[in-house]
């Protein structure tokens, strides 16, 4: 599986790619950060973010796309960019037909390090192991991109089969109509 993990940031953006699956070692295909200068407008910095993502997708031909799962923060400005960069990736996936899972910060964190709570340092630190680099990617928006990536191949097996339980239930549990007059 090759999951594209978008941090999604107004200024920043990271991006990485990550090729495996679950249990295996997984590999790095591509790392990175779509930048924008802070004194454009919102608009042609989200145009800017769009062309950036819409180039990593046709480079690196994902088949998943995890984005960070924006949450609330005490800064506004900072909440709406962030909504706003996240939205641009899931709309870049869409477009493609791509799948997108959405993941909270503390989830990637505790896939990736065991824990929720572990700070930008350990994230890098364990991605850097996980994938076998020899250093921590640089901005800490690009290695955030790459757990996002680690996060999903590692989650997508439990979540898929949850949401197959699901469904298998809704059908198990919804009475079949038969058309008037007929059996």
Not at 54 to 63: A, F, G, I, N, S
Not at 168 to 183: D, Y
């Given at each position: 599986m090759?999951?594209?993990?978008?941090?999604?940031?107004?200024?920043?953006?990271?991006?990485?790619?990550?090729?495996?699956?679950?249990?295996?070692?997984l590999a790095m295909v591509g790392v990175g950060v779509v930048r924008t200068p802070a004194d454009a407008d919102v608009a042609h910095r989200l145009v800017l973010i769009e062309r950036g993502i819409?180039?990593?997708?046709?480079?690196?031909?994902?088949?998943?796309?995890a984005v960070e799962r924006v949450f609330s923060q005490h800064n506004v400005r900072t909440v709406m960019g962030t909504a706003q960069a996240s939205a641009v990736a899931m709309l870049c996936a869409a477009?493609?037909?791509?799948?997108?899972?959405?993941?909270?910060?503390?989830?990637?964190?505790?896939?990736?390090?065991?824990?929720?709570?572990?700070?930008?340092?350990?994230?890098?630190?364990?991605?850097?192991?996980?994938?076998?680099?020899?250093?921590p990617p640089k901005p800490a928006d690009a290695a955030d991109a790459l757990?996002?990536?680690i996060c999903h191949i590692w989650r997508a097996p439990a979540v898929n089969r949850l949401q197959q339980a699901h469904a298998?239930?809704?059908?198990?549990?919804?009475?079949?109509?038969?058309?008037?007059?007929?059996?």
């Open positions: 090759k999951v594209l993990g978008v941090d999604p940031g107004l200024t920043r953006c990271g991006v990485g790619v990550v090729e495996g699956v679950a249990g295996r070692p819409d180039e990593w997708l046709d480079t690196h031909r994902p088949e998943f796309v477009r493609r037909g791509l799948p997108v899972a959405l993941h909270t910060p503390s989830e990637v964190k505790a896939a990736v390090t065991g824990s929720g709570r572990a700070d930008k340092a350990q994230v890098g630190a364990m991605v850097t192991r996980l994938l076998r680099l020899d250093a757990a996002l990536a298998a239930a809704r059908r198990a549990s919804v009475p079949v109509r038969t058309l008037k007059g007929t059996r």
